[in-house]
Nanobody, 116 residues
Framework: QVQLVESGGGLVQPGGSLRLSCAASENILSMNTMGWYRQTPGKTRDVVAV???????NYVDSVKGRFTISRDSAKNMVYLQMNSLKAEDTAVYYC??????????WGQGTQVTVSS
């Protein structure tokens, strides 16, 4: 059972930055994919950014050029650097991992609120 713990959410003004962190209980390089999703009330949980075991990254169009996903395999950490934040980025952000046997794991979520 992989445990994922997010941190770094909070309240930020439009145009500001935040960095989310995800601590994994196992070697992140053993995961097929890791990433970040977000969800707002009444809506589905949607992908924001993912990184594969080989290091390839993908982003939803709405965050390209503003968000960057990265990892530190020595620390078993995955990060989401979020710049130029907009009100529509407000959501609960979840860390995600998919194992090589295609089991999905989720963190508990961290709230990001972009508001003046």
């Amino acid at each position: 059972q992989v445990q994922l713990v997010e941190s770094g959410g909070g309240l930020v003004q439009p145009g500001g930055s935040l960095r989310l962190s995800c601590a994994a209980s196992e070697n992140i390089l053993s995961m097929n994919t890791m990433g970040w999703y977000r969800q707002t009330p009444g809506k589905t949980r949607d992908v924001v950014a993912v990184v594969t075991s080989g290091g390839s990254t993908n982003y939803v169009d709405s965050v390209k050029g503003r968000f960057t996903i990265s990892r530190d395999s020595a620390k078993n950490m995955v990060y989401l650097q979020m710049n130029s934040l907009k009100a529509e980025d407000t959501a609960v952000y979840y860390c995600y991992a998919r194992s090589r046997t295609f089991r999905n794991y989720w963190g508990q979520g961290t709230q990001v609120t972009v508001s003046s």
